[in-house]
């Protein structure tokens, strides 16, 4: 088992930025592949961002590319999304999640193919 927990979430501005982290935990952090999904109220969870396990490989959405980096630093078991010129349609729960890998793709855009998640965290930009 993994257990993702998610942080960095909170209330900005239009045009502000935010940094989410995921702590991971449970297996070797270097094995699995990383994403972000996000979940608006009444829509259904959509892909965000991905990284494979090295870091140096990475798919995004296109409504978040240019805007926000994926990272991770397997040293802290920890991955990050950092989310810049934030959009009230950016306003979500975001999701962690994590699938084993033992290629470098950095994950799949559907839910089903991720294995782990996160319990969320809030992010709202007003306008």
């Known amino acids: 088992q993994v257990q993702l927990v998610e942080s960095g979430g909170g209330l900005v501005q239009a045009g502000g930025s935010l940094r989410l982290s995921c702590a991971a935990s449970?297996?070797?952090?270097?094995?699995?592949?990383m994403g972000w999904f996000q979940q608006a109220p009444g829509k259904e969870r959509e892909f965000v961002a991905s990284?494979?396990?090295?870091?140096?490989?990475?798919h995004y959405a296109d409504s978040v590319k240019g805007r926000s980096t994926i990272s991770r630093d397997n040293a802290k078991n920890t991955v990050y999304l950092q989310m810049n010129s934030l959009k009230p349609e950016d306003t979500a729960v975001y999701y962690c999640?994590?699938?084993?890998?033992?290629?470098?793709?950095?994950?799949?855009?559907?839910?089903?193919?991720?294995?782990?998640w996160g319990q969320g965290t809030q992010v709202t930009v007003s306008s």
């Open positions: 449970g297996r070797t952090f270097s094995n699995y592949a």
């Open positions: 999640a994590a699938t084993w890998s033992n290629s470098d793709y950095p994950g799949g855009f559907e839910e089903y193919e991720w294995d782990y």
């Open positions: 990284i494979n396990w090295s870091g140096d490989a990475t």
